[in-house]
């Protein structure tokens, strides 16, 4: 099962404020652990809103709102996906992640990545075999 760990935005990320050299390396080590354990998939850190868009979508138009957004704390940081074999097994590894805030708090949150089975019968013979050959040709651009 793959699960995504989010890292939740605050104050100082959303200002843009880089990591330290201390955050920099033991998040370097973390990652390292996971590419060892061969949990990780993909992992990565996002800009502050205020360099994004956010699209709304509704029957009748698509509005886009540009950054930076309201409730820092809402909105993601950056992320990793994990292919593990439990949430249990997610959240162990969420629980390791390097403390980006001293005197702060790091907030994660833990969710599980939606796989085709997930669809029931809505998912086609015809969507799986299509679905199988996007990820086909999405691999071959790693």
């Known amino acids: 099962m793959r699960f995504m760990i989010l890292i939740k935005s605050d104050e100082k ?32 850190g996002l800009t502050p809103s205020r360099e ?10 698509r509005t886009v709102t540009d950054g930076p957004f309201a409730e820092a704390k809402e909105l993601v940081a950056g992320f990793w996906i994990i292919d593990v074999g439990s949430l249990a097994e997610a959240v162990e590894w969420a629980r390791q992640v390097p403390h980006a805030h001293p005197g702060g708090t790091t907030e994660l949150e833990v969710r599980r990545v939606v796989e085709a089975d997930d669809f029931g019968d809505a998912f086609t013979p015809e969507a799986r075999a299509a679905e199988d050959r996007l990820r086909e040709r999405l691999a071959k651009l790693d």
Request: aromatic letters at 2%.
């Open 13 to 44: 990320t959303e200002q843009g404020a880089a990591p330290d050299e201390r955050l920099i390396n033991e998040m370097g080590m973390f990652n390292a652990r996971m590419e060892k354990a061969g949990v990780l998939r993909g992992g990565e």
């Open 52 to 61: 994004g868009a956010r699209v709304t979508i509704t029957e009748e138009k």
